[in-house]
């Protein structure tokens, strides 16, 4: 079984798991990366229940690393479905906890079980050990736009077409063998180059929504225009220095005439 | 104690009141309650073993009559894990034959379940966890004899650590222990939920890399311990393992440290014991020469050198004036208590 049919697999059970309890707040406590995968396409539920998640650093860390996932999980954030808190403590087994029930998640392979304790008894004791965790823990900075602004092209000088291969790019993205591959970075400037953009216009873009500094916007300009990926020309702007226009190397847009745009996010990203 | 049955799934949540009576609920028979006398001693040694570590020893009691031939699985993402599943199959290995110990000590298996044999053996253990959790386990005594003791054929092998909880997959039945912080029971199905369960451990088992480990073992450890330093050193080992699981947080005592207090109290050369103690793996005999310093400058051991020709003299472990009092009025567990945790 693959990853993604592992995140499928465990997104199915928590959905049916934990969709009756709507009203419920739950903790999800100590959960592996892929945990918190399946959590956040659980979100895509409109009836699920508010999910706060105290999670190691390492795990966050490696959330936030799969741009993808950190922008489904930036969204739930900022729709206050979610908090995210990093925690130290290691005597944690991975439990969905709310004051009513425990559920225990168990991944072997590829067997997945979410399964809740039969007893009341210890909901209690399980629930404030969590709550504990959870308050004791410090808040995590994801550092990454939700998918609602990163398709949005309202204060943005893009075009809106660039927002919309953007949503394209994020889908392609979703099916890279390494999601931790996914570079928002050279997609944004290959899609900018696509549209003829400036690059003013697409750095800005990024700084602002902070999924990279300018510096780092130039640096993997650079790079794409060594990889014969882009091009750049000059633009007067009559006062001050011009600004530069990105635009696709005839190879890539070869690549992109042939293949598409998967094929060439592929390439980029190779 | 409460027993909660739904089906193919349950929870044992074992609340031990501190009464004269034990109650134990089966697999076959969860409302079957047995009833077995306990000495007061028994009682007083209980209450220092966590309810999740015997409610883990109880279910690899049922499991173990169950099905002897039958692979078990042990899953355990963190040392703690391997330390708790250890001590709990551990229970298979002391049978009445072998087990020398003393009335009413922790490390005896608990109530005597109905259904499980007598002479309960060792069953196959392939255990799985992270390279860097299962080295943390092979440094500490006794959580790596009894790692090298359940995994004598296979060794350990290597798993992605935190995809899942301790996880004890026995032939019929799996255990899962579930915790935050000080909140843990064990949770136990059986049915097709431990079928598929089951065979998740096994491709997890045929898809890992064998762990880069040396571990002793602690069948052979309590084996030679009386072949080689004599009877009362067995019972001493049992005291070292006892003091790990009943007074340490982690479940961890100095073995080395133990050893040198034990020979020192039946005062044994410490070539000997150094020996043994390398031979066993439990560490090298750099290590028994810097231990061995520490405990003289602590004022619990000593030596006294023995003239042998041809060669340099050799060294006997003495207990000093203070210890040996001690010794004598209290036995080796408070010395292995104050200098060995």
């Known amino acids: 079984m693959s990853d993604t049919q592992a995140v499928d697999a465990l997104a199915t059970t928590i959905t049916e798991r934990l969709t009756p309890y709507v009203d419920e707040e739950f903790l999800l406590v100590d959960p592996a990366p892929r945990t918190i995968h399946a ?232 | 104690m409460s027993y909660v049955d739904t089906g193919t799934w349950t929870t ?52 173990s009559a169950d099905g002897r031939n039958t692979p078990w699985y042990a899953l355990c993402p963190t040392l703690s894990a391997v330390v708790t599943a250890t001590r709990a199959l551990d229970t298979t290995t002391r049978t009445p034959d072998s087990d020398t110990q003393t009335p009413g000590s922790a490390t005896r298996a608990p109530e005597a379940t109905p259904g499980a044999s007598d002479t309960a053996s060792t069953p196959t253990v392939r255990v799985l966890g992270p390279q860097k959790e299962l080295r943390k386990a092979a440094q500490r005594f006794p959580a790596d004899a009894r790692l090298g003791a359940v995994t004598d054929d296979t060794g350990p092998r290597v798993v992605e650590a935190r995809s899942f909880p301790p996880t004890l997959v026995g032939p019929t039945a799996v255990a899962v222990l579930v915790t935050a912080r000080d909140a843990q029971c064990v949770s136990v199905a059986d049915g097709a939920r431990h079928d598929r369960l089951r065979d998740g451990a096994e491709r997890a088992w045929a898809d890992a890399d064998d762990a880069d480990v040396s571990l002793p073992s602690l069948d052979t450890v309590r084996r030679t311990a009386e072949h080689r330093l004599g009877p009362g050193f067995r019972e001493d080992v049992e005291t070292a393992v006892d003091v790990a699981d009943s007074r340490s947080q982690d479940g961890v005592v100095d073995a080395v440290g133990a050893v040198l207090v034990a020979a020192a109290a039946h005062e044994l050369l410490f070539r000997d014991v150094s020996r043994w103690i390398a031979h066993q793996n439990l560490a090298s005999k750099a290590t028994c ?45 408070p010395l292995i208590e104050e200098h060995c945790l």
Not at chain 1, 111 to 124: K, N
Request: charged residues 30%; aromatic residues 6%.
């Open chain 2, 12 to 63: 044992w949540l074992f609340r031990h009141p501190p009464d004269t009576v034990s109650r134990v609920a089966t697999a076959e028979h969860p409302t079957t309650v047995a009833i077995t006398p306990l000495t007061l001693t028994d009682l007083t040694m209980r209450q220092q073993t966590p309810t999740h570590v015997r409610d883990l020893e109880q279910f690899v009691t049922q499991q």
């Open chain 2, 289 to 333: 020469s810097r231990r061995r310093n520490e405990l003289t400058d602590a004022d619990v051991v000593t030596t006294t050198e023995e003239a042998t020709r041809p060669g340099r003299p050799i060294l006997r472990c003495r207990l000093t004036d203070t210890a040996r009092r001690r010794y004598e009025s209290e036995g080796l567990r």
């Open chain 1, 39 to 270: 959590l956040a396409r659980a979100f895509d539920t409109t009836t699920f229940p508010h999910v706060d998640v105290v999670a190691s650093e390492s795990v966050l860390r490696t959330v936030r690393r799969n741009f993808v996932l950190a922008t489904r999980v930036a969204t739930a954030v900022a729709a206050e479905r979610c908090r995210l808190q990093t925690t130290d403590t290691e005597d944690l087994s991975t439990l969905f906890v709310s004051p009513q029930r425990v559920c225990v998640v168990v991944v072997i392979d590829d067997v997945v079980t979410v399964r809740e304790l039969p007893s009341a008894d210890w909901t209690t004791a399980f629930h404030t050990e969590a709550r504990e965790t959870f308050v004791d823990a410090e808040p995590y900075p994801l550092r990454t736009p939700t998918r609602e602004e990163l398709l949005s092209a309202d204060d943005s000088n893009l075009p809106a077409a660039f927002h919309e291969d953007f949503e394209t790019a994020l889908a392609i993205a979703a099916s890279f063998d390494d999601p931790e591959a996914f570079d928002p970075v050279r997609t944004a400037l290959v899609l900018a180059a696509r549209h003829a953009a400036l690059n003013y216009d697409v750095s800005r873009w990024g700084e602002r929504l902070g999924v990279a500094s300018g510096a780092t916007f130039s640096r993997r300009k650079g790079q794409l225009e060594d990889d014969d990926h882009l091009t750049t020309e000059e633009v007067s702007t009559g006062l001050g220095r011009p600004r530069q226009r990105l635009l696709l190397t005839d190879a890539s847009g070869a690549v992109l005439d042939d293949g598409g745009l998967a094929e060439l996010l592929r390439r980029v990203h190779e």
